[in-house]
Every structure is written in C-alpha cells, then in structure tokens.
C-alpha cells in the first residue's frame, strides 16, 4: 500500500475514535452482565484495597472524592462518571465490573490492567461514594 493510503486509514480511524468518543447515548450494560453478583464482599479489608486502587487509577479522571471532576477530566467528553448522587443505587455492581472491564472512549479497559479480584474492590469502594452515613 502507497503511503498515502496509510494516512487515509489513519485518518478513518482518529475519525471514528472521536465520533465514538462523543457518543453521548447512554452506555448500557447487557443484562446477563447486570445480574452479574459481587463475589467479593465490602469488609473494611475490601474498601481499603480498592481506595488504594481507585487513587493509583481512577482518581486521576473520576476525582478523589468521586465527583468525576478529577485533574485529567477538563478536555474529556463525555466527563467521567460521578460516583455520588446515588450513583451506586442506579447502577448493579454487575453493570460496573462489565464496563470497568470493557471501557468505552476515554475510560479504559482494565481487562488486562487490573485482575477480577481488583475490580471488584474498587466496586465496593466506588459503592461507597453514593452512601450517606
Ligand atoms: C482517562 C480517564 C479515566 C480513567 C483513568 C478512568 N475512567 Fe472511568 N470513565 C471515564 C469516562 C470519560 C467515563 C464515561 C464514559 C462514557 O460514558 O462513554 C467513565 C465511565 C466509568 C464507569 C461507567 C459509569 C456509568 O454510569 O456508565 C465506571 C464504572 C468507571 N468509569 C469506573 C472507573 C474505574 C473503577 C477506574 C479506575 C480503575 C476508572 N473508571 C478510570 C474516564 C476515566
């Protein structure tokens, strides 16, 4: 292939990464992934695992408090999630492990990144943002 077909295609694709980036559809998880139950159960040992996560990966986008205002989020659309107003209620843990492990535009995909265990974790502390106590 000349060249130029090369940056056509890459052209192609930064197109469909930023027509995918913007779709602002909601984001819904298949429902045998929504039925999906946490294994692992939110002791204190839990929580604090995946606060340890959730600073070292998530904060950086999502916000140390979970707000989704976090330092990278300024350029990003759309913004990441904010983990409070109730978010934990709308959302099964199943709904969270399947798009924490699949990603969608600029949320990564931590199939490889984190082990099942770890996301599960980080649910339970994510859980914890939306709880008023
Ligand atoms: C580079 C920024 C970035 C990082 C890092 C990041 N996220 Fe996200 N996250 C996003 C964005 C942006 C969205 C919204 C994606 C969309 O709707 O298309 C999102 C969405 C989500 C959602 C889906 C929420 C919903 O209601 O649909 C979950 C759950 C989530 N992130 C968890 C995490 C976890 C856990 C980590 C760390 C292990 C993490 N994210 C790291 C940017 C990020």
């Known amino acids: 292939m000349k060249i130029h077909h090369w940056l056509l295609m890459l052209f192609l694709a930064i197109g469909a990464v930023v027509v995918f980036a913007h779709e602002k559809t909601g984001w819904i998880a298949p429902a045998?992934?929504?039925?999906?139950?946490?294994?692992i159960k939110a002791t204190k040992v839990s929580i604090q695992k995946g606060k340890e996560i959730y600073e070292m990966k998530c904060?950086?986008?999502?916000?140390?408090?979970?707000?989704?205002?976090?330092?990278?989020?300024?350029?990003?659309?759309p913004k990441p999630?904010?983990?409070?107003?109730?978010?934990?209620?709308?959302?099964?843990?199943?709904?969270?492990?399947?798009?924490?492990?699949?990603?969608?535009?600029?949320?990564?995909?931590?199939?490889?990144?984190?082990?099942?265990?770890?996301?599960?974790?980080v649910i339970n502390y994510i859980n914890r943002f939306s709880k008023h106590e």
């Open 32 to 39: 045998e992934a929504k039925k999906m139950k946490n294994p």
């Open 59 to 77: 904060a950086l986008c999502h916000g140390n408090t979970g707000d989704g205002k976090g330092p990278a989020s300024a350029g990003l659309d």
């Open 81 to 121: 999630t904010n983990f409070k107003e109730s978010h934990g209620e709308k959302m099964t843990d199943g709904e969270h492990f399947w798009k924490i492990t699949q990603g969608r535009g600029a949320m990564p995909s931590y199939e490889k990144n984190l082990t099942a265990e770890e996301r599960w974790h």
